[in-house]
């Protein structure tokens, strides 16, 4: 099996192409591991739960944004690969999927460091921005808070997100335009908007033209999401909401 991935050592950038044997239920990550292990130890990628829980694996897998460690080799070798985005500028920078490879580049729309490594300052810049933490001052029950499980279903579409980037990388606005929020920061602060445990309007806060409507509802975030969080769907609820308000 061939992989042909993406190098930059901090001045140029090329492509390596690596022969990495195939085994049973072999992640891309494995494969990496492999790589690292066996062929060349300067190969650089992030990871750390190795299980779709940290988010750290994310990068562009045959031209998609995917966890390197939920990502099977075979799929992808075999062409089962089902993965549908809408087509954005940044997946033509790099080169063509290799008949028969795998293609492994960094995501798009963060600078690269090193390798499949890139620098995730920006995504966590717009996640902070929206004040991820709950805030209930003058709203804490004498004994429990109560959820209907309408509201508690509700919230957990959105609290899966495990902050891995791949829809900030998909996304065709993020692309363009850099203050854009991205759909994992938007989707995050309508996660606090319909939390009924907190006490404030959270939909203010992207109620400008790089948050709630610069998003022009293209869907790949939702597409590439690995924890099926809807950043879309949220995006358009919060819309609805301010459009009412103001009328
Ligand atoms: S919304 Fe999904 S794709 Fe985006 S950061 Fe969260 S888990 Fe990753
Ligand atoms: S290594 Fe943690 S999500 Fe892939």
């Known amino acids: 099996m061939k992989l042909r991935i993406f190098r930059y050592d901090g001045e140029g950038s090329h492509y390596d192409e690596f022969q990495v044997p195939h085994e049973s239920g072999q992640t891309v990550l494995d494969a990496l591991?492999?790589?690292q292990e066996n062929l060349d130890d300067s190969l650089s990628?992030?990871?750390?739960?190795?299980?779709?829980?940290?988010?750290?694996c994310a990068m562009l897998i045959n031209k998609v944004p995917r966890l390197a460690c939920r990502t099977q080799v075979k799929s992808l070798v075999e062409g089962e690969d089902d993965a549908e985005i809408?087509?954005?500028?940044?997946l033509d920078k790099g080169d063509e999927i290799p008949e028969g490879a795998v293609l492994i580049e960094p995501l798009p729309?963060?600078?690269?460091?090193?390798?499949?490594?890139?620098?995730?300052?920006?995504?966590?810049?717009?996640y902070r921005d929206i004040e991820p933490m709950l805030k209930t001052e003058g709203k804490v029950p004498e004994k429990e808070y109560e959820m209907s499980p309408k509201e508690v279903n509700e919230l957990e579409e959105y609290t899966n997100c495990i902050l891995c980037a791949a829809c900030f990388g998909a996304c065709p606005v993020d692309g363009e335009n850099e203050d854009y929020r991205g759909?994992?920061?938007?989707?995050k602060l309508y996660r606090f908007h319909i939390d009924p445990r907190d006490n404030e309007d959270r939909l203010e806060l992207?109620?400008?033209?790089?948050g709630w409507w610069a998003c022009e509802?293209?869907?790949?975030?939702?597409?590439?999401c690995?924890?099926?969080?809807?950043?879309?769907?949220?995006?358009g609820k919060a819309r609805s909401q301010l459009q009412k308000e103001d009328e």
């Open 183 to 187: 759909p994992a920061a938007l989707a």
């Open 86 to 90: 809408k087509h954005y500028p940044a």
């Open 226 to 235: 690995p924890k099926n969080v809807p950043p879309n769907i949220a995006i």
């Open 33 to 35: 591991f492999y790589i």
């Open 109 to 126: 729309h963060l600078p690269v460091e090193k390798d499949l490594i890139v620098d995730q300052d920006k995504f966590f810049e717009y």
């Open 45 to 56: 990628f992030r990871y750390s739960c190795r299980g779709a829980v940290c988010g750290s």
């Open 206 to 210: 992207a109620d400008h033209e790089d």
């Open 217 to 224: 509802f293209h869907t790949n975030c939702r597409k590439v």
